[in-house]
């Protein structure tokens, strides 16, 4: 059986981790083609090595890594640097990582964060299971502004 990874943190203020493991259960072939994995690392600096982990280890084809930098400056300064850890580790895996980052500062009211955190950690899992099974919805997709967490831009032309 197909494994998925879902990698979040404990530091996120909202579990965008069941999100996806919720949206990836939903996916036609679960159970019967692929199982998730899911692993939760204290920060988003952490998430480079276990999804390293849940692909060289546990033999997951796609991993979902989750974070939530916070506001400080520091913050950005250090999703930065865990980002530069999931690319890392997609060269040396040659396998793909999804990272789904949402920054505190993108939404000031607790509750239109939560919804921008909800439907970029549902997107990024229906993103992962099209990259293993129907790569074509993507191809389909391309092009057209597709927004994970805020609604689609759209094309620059009809």
């Given amino acids: 059986m197909d494994r998925i990874g879902v990698v979040d943190t404990m530091f996120a203020r909202y579990d965008m981790g069941a999100e996806a493991v919720d949206e990836l259960e939903a996916c036609p ?4 083609t692929f ?3 899911r692993r939760t ?8 090595v276990a999804c390293k982990r849940l692909i060289e280890q546990e033999g997951c084809l796609i991993v ?3 974070g939530m930098p916070g506001k400080a400056a520091i913050d950005q300064v250090c999703a930065h640097e865990a980002s530069q850890g999931i690319m890392q580790a997609q060269l040396m895996t040659s396998t793909h990582i999804l990272e789904v980052f949402v920054h505190e500062n993108e939404e000031e009211d607790p509750e239109k964060l ?5 439907n970029r950690a549902r ?3 229906v993103n992962a299971y099209w990259m293993l099974y129907e790569p074509e919805q993507l191809t389909r997709n391309a092009g057209r502004g597709i927004r994970q967490g805020y609604e689609d831009a759209g094309p620059l032309v009809g």
């Fill in 29 to 32: 072939g679960f159970d019967t």
């Fill in 64 to 66: 979902v890594a989750l």
């Fill in 35 to 37: 199982e998730v994995v």
């Fill in 123 to 125: 997107k990024h899992a």
């Fill in 114 to 118: 939560a919804v921008v955190c909800i």
């Fill in 41 to 48: 690392v204290p920060g988003f600096k952490d998430l480079g």
